[in-house]
C-alpha cells in the first residue's frame, strides 16, 4: 500500500502483460490474500498481496493505482514519495486518503477538471507548493475549519499560480471592491474560484467562464 496514501489500490507494473507473454501462467488459481496482479513479461511472475508487492525480478517502472478518486493514475517510486509527502500538508483538515488523493490529482492534473480545460499539464505535486498556498491562505485569516470548506469546494485552488493569480487577485478584490479583511474571508468561502480567475473577456467571450472575472 501507499503507507496512508491511496485506498485499496492495485498497482500494475508498466509493462507488456503477463496474458499474453510467453511463460507467464494466466491459467493458475489465485490465493485469497491477492489483491490483484502485476503486469509482467519475459518470465516475471508477481503478484500484489495486500498492498504490497513481491517479484522473482525487481525491474520497477510505475505504479498505476486503479481508483475512482485517482483515475489511474500512474506514479513512479520517487514520485510516489514526493505525493505521499504532500498529502501530509492536508493531514490538518482531517480529510479520508482518498479524499486527500482527489483533491491533489484534481489540482495538478492528475484527475480531469473541468475547471482547467485542456490547459493544465500533469505534474506531481510537491509538498512546499502545497504548503505555500495553504499559508497564503492561513494569512488572509481563513482557519483551518474554513481552508477544509474551501478545498472541499475548490481543490483546483492548490494548483492555482500564487503570485500571477491568487495574489494578484486579492489585490484587485481590495483596490477595485474594497473587498478585504472578514468580508474577504466570506466572498473565499462563497466563491473561491475568484482566487484562480486569470482572464477577463469584458462581454466578448473568450469560452473560459470558469476562470473568468465576468463570474464574479
Same mark, same amino acid.
Given at each position: ?24 501462467? =494466466? ?68 480529510? =479520508?486518503?482518498? +479524499? ?35 499559508n497564503y491562505l492561513r494569512s488572509l485569516s481563513l482557519t483551518d475549519d474554513d481552508l477544509t470548506k474551501l478545498l ?10 500564487? +503570485? ?10 481590495a483596490k477595485q471592491w474594497g473587498i478585504e479583511g472578514k468580508t474577504l474571508t466570506k466572498v473565499l468561502l462563497r ?19 470558469t476562470r473568468c472575472w465576468a463570474r464574479f
Open positions: 500500500m501507499l503507507g496512508k496514501s491511496f485506498v485499496s489500490p492495485l498497482l500494475t507494473f508498466n509493462s507488456a502483460s503477463c496474458f499474453s507473454s510467453p511463460g507467464c501462467d =494466466s491459467g493458475s488459481t489465485a490465493p485469497n490474500n491477492i489483491v490483484g496482479y502485476v503486469n509482467c513479461s519475459n518470465n516475471i511472475t508477481s503478484n500484489v498481496t495486500k498492498g504490497s508487492w513481491t517479484s522473482d525480478y525487481y525491474f520497477s517502472k510505475k505504479w498505476k493505482l486503479h481508483s475512482t478518486a485517482t483515475d489511474n493514475i500512474e506514479l513512479t517510486e520517487e514520485e510516489k514519495k514526493t505525493w505521499n509527502d504532500s498529502r501530509e500538508a492536508l493531514s490538518a483538515f482531517k480529510f =479520508s486518503p482518498e +479524499e486527500e488523493d482527489k483533491i491533489l490529482g484534481k489540482a495538478f492534473g492528475q484527475i480531469h477538471s473541468p475547471y482547467w480545460y485542456e490547459e493544465r499539464k500533469k505534474e506531481v505535486p510537491r509538498l512546499e507548493v502545497v504548503n505555500e498556498i495553504l472541499k469546494k475548490f481543490p483546483e485552488v492548490l494548483g492555482c499560480s500564487l +503570485e500571477d493569480e491568487m495574489k494578484n487577485n486579492v489585490e484587485i478584490l466563491n473561491p474560484k475568484v482566487l484562480g480567475y486569470n482572464v477577463d473577456c469584458k462581454g466578448d467571450c473568450v469560452a473560459k467562464c
